[in-house]
C-alpha cells in the first residue's frame, strides 16, 4: 500500500513540476475571433440569398451551364487540390496510427567470437562452447506511447479539421472557376456583339463613301472630304481585327479553364444587349460566415491551429512509453523451438520529463500561438474583405444601370442623327465633318452600350462569387 502511494505522489510531483516550467507567452495567448458583422450592405436587407442556389439554377444559358460542368470535371487545378485532398485524408491515418501500439517482426542470424582471455571467454572454454558460436533468433517486438496528455490525439484532431479546410479550399477553387467561365463568356458574347456593330458600321461608311465621292465629281466637297471618310473606313475595319483577336484569346481562355486545346466555343446567338442578369439577392452579412469557403476555411484553420497548441504544449509534459519483446533465441537450429528454454521477452516502461535544454520546445509552443494569432487575424481579414466586396458590387450594379438606361437613350438619340446629318448633307446644309463626326459618336455610344451591359454581367457573377455562391 506504502508503494502505491509513493508511486502516486511521485506521479503527482513530475506533473506538478512540468506545468510550473510551461513558458507563458511574451504578448499573451492568442484571443478568439471576431464575428461581429454589420446588419446589412449600407441600408439594403434581403431575405433570400443567391449564395445558396446552385450555379445549374444562378445561369440559365445552358451552352454556359455546359461549359462550367465540363470545367469542373476537367479543370486541372481542381483536379490537383482532389489530391491535395487525398494528401490530407492520408495525413489523418497517420496521425491515428501513432495513437496504437508499433509491433515489428524481427528475424536475424549471425556467429560471435568472444576474446579467449575475457571473462566470457575462460569461461566457454571451462565448459566446452565452441569458439564461434552461431546465433539464431526471431522476435516479436512492441513499442507505445500512451497518450496521457492527449498529445496524440490532438494531432489527429488537427489533422482532420486540416483535411476539411482543404476541402473548403476546393469549394473556394470551385466558386473562382464557375465565376471566371461566366465571366469569360459573357466576355466572349459581349466581343460578338462589338463586332457585329463594328462590322455594320463599316458597311454604312462604305456607304457613306461611296456618297461623298459622288458628291465630288459634282463638285460639291472637296478630294479632303473623300479622303476623311475613307480614313474612318480603314480606322473601323482596323478595329475589327483587334476584336478577332480578343475572341480567340477568350476562347483560349475558356479552353484553358476547360483543360482542353484551343476549339471554338460554342455560345447563344442571342445578342449581348437582349441579356438579362440573373437575378442576385445578397441576404444579409451574417450569411457570409456559413456560405464563404474562404471564411469558412479561415474558421477551421482557427481550430486547427489551436489544437497545435495544445499538442505544443503537451511536450513538457512527462512522456511515459512501454516496449516489449517475446521471441525465441538459440545457438543451436534444432534447440530453437525447445520451449521454454529458448524463449526470450522482456518489458520495460519509462517515464520521460523534459528537464534541461528545452529551448525547441518552448519555441515550438510560441510558434503555435503566433500561429493561432495568425489565423484569428486572416479569418477576421476574410470576413471584412467579404463584406466590402459585396457591398462595392451592389452599389456598382446599382450605379451601371442607371447608366445603362441613359445610354441607350443616347444611342437611339445618335441613331437618329445619323439620318438627319445625311440628309443635311445631300441638301448642302450641313458639312462633311458633321456628318463625319455624328457617325463616331454614334459608333463609340453602340460600344460604350455593349461594354455597359458586359460590366453588368460581369458584376452580377462577381457578386454571387462575392456571396459565396457556385460550389454547391
Not at 442556389?53 to 460542368?69: H, M, V, Y
Not at 539464431?136 to 496524440?152: F, P, R, Y
Not at 444587349?273 to 479561415?298: C, F, M, T, Y
Not at 516502461?349 to 486572416?378: E, G, H, I, W
Amino acid at each position: 500500500m506504502a508503494k502505491h502511494t509513493v508511486s502516486s505522489y511521485v506521479g503527482v510531483l513530475l506533473v506538478l513540476l512540468s506545468s510550473a516550467c510551461i513558458p507563458a507567452f511574451p504578448k499573451g495567448a492568442a484571443r478568439a475571433p471576431s464575428t461581429a458583422v454589420p446588419p446589412s450592405y449600407g441600408g439594403l436587407t434581403d431575405r433570400e440569398n443567391s449564395a445558396q442556389q446552385r450555379w445549374q439554377d444562378f445561369f440559365a444559358d445552358p451552352k454556359l451551364c455546359a461549359l462550367i460542368d465540363e470545367a469542373l470535371k476537367n479543370n486541372q487545378e481542381l483536379n490537383i487540390l482532389t489530391q491535395e485532398l487525398d494528401i490530407a485524408e492520408n495525413e489523418i491515418s497517420a496521425r491515428r496510427g501513432e495513437l496504437y501500439p508499433k509491433v515489428g517482426l524481427r528475424v536475424g542470424a549471425g556467429i560471435d567470437k568472444v576474446s579467449s582471455y575475457s571473462s566470457q571467454g575462460v569461461s566457454d572454454d571451462a565448459n566446452g562452447v565452441a569458439q564461434n558460436l552461431p546465433s539464431l533468433g526471431a522476435s516479436l517486438s512492441a513499442s507505445w506511447e500512451i497518450d496521457v496528455w492527449k498529445k496524440l490525439r490532438s494531432a489527429t484532431k488537427a489533422a482532420t479539421v486540416r483535411y476539411l479546410a482543404t476541402r473548403e479550399g476546393r469549394n473556394l477553387a470551385v466558386t473562382h472557376i464557375v465565376a471566371e467561365i461566366a465571366a469569360s463568356y459573357y466576355e466572349l458574347v459581349a466581343l460578338d456583339a462589338l463586332l457585329a456593330v463594328v462590322k455594320q458600321n463599316i458597311e454604312l461608311q462604305q456607304n457613306a463613301l461611296q456618297v461623298v465621292r459622288l458628291q465630288k465629281e459634282a463638285a460639291r466637297v472637296t478630294e479632303l472630304a473623300v479622303q476623311r471618310f475613307e480614313a474612318e473606313v480603314l480606322k473601323t475595319q482596323s478595329r475589327q481585327y483587334a476584336l478577332s483577336q480578343q475572341i480567340f484569346e477568350t476562347e483560349n481562355r475558356i479552353n484553358f479553364l476547360l483543360g482542353r486545346f484551343p476549339q471554338t466555343i460554342a455560345r447563344s446567338p442571342q445578342n449581348v444587349l437582349e441579356l438579362l442578369p440573373p437575378v442576385i439577392h445578397a441576404g444579409i452579412p451574417s450569411e457570409l460566415l456559413e456560405n464563404r469557403p474562404d471564411v469558412k476555411q479561415a474558421s477551421l484553420a482557427i481550430l486547427a491551429a489551436d489544437l497545435d497548441v495544445k499538442v505544443a504544449k503537451a511536450s513538457f509534459y512527462p512522456a511515459l512509453g512501454i516496449q516489449a519483446t517475446l521471441g525465441l533465441q538459440s545457438f543451436d537450429p534444432l534447440k530453437l523451438v525447445a520451449l521454454p528454454a529458448s524463449l526470450l521477452y522482456g518489458l520495460a516502461a519509462d517515464l520521460m520529463v523534459p528537464l534541461v535544454n528545452r529551448k525547441a520546445l518552448t519555441a515550438a509552443y510560441f510558434s503555435a500561438n503566433s500561429r493561432q494569432m495568425q489565423a484569428v487575424l486572416q479569418y477576421e481579414r476574410a470576413v471584412q474583405g467579404g463584406f466590402i466586396e459585396v457591398s462595392k458590387l451592389l452599389s456598382m450594379i446599382y450605379n451601371l444601370d442607371q447608366s445603362y438606361r441613359l445610354q441607350a437613350q443616347q444611342v437611339a438619340v445618335l441613331q437618329q442623327s445619323i439620318a438627319i446629318s445625311g440628309q443635311l448633307f445631300a441638301s448642302a446644309r450641313a458639312d462633311y465633318m458633321e456628318v463625319l463626326l455624328t457617325r463616331r459618336d454614334a459608333l463609340e455610344a453602340q460600344v460604350e452600350l455593349i461594354e455597359n451591359k458586359k460590366k453588368q454581367l460581369l458584376a452580377t457573377v462577381g457578386l454571387y462569387r462575392a456571396l459565396g455562391g457556385g460550389w454547391r
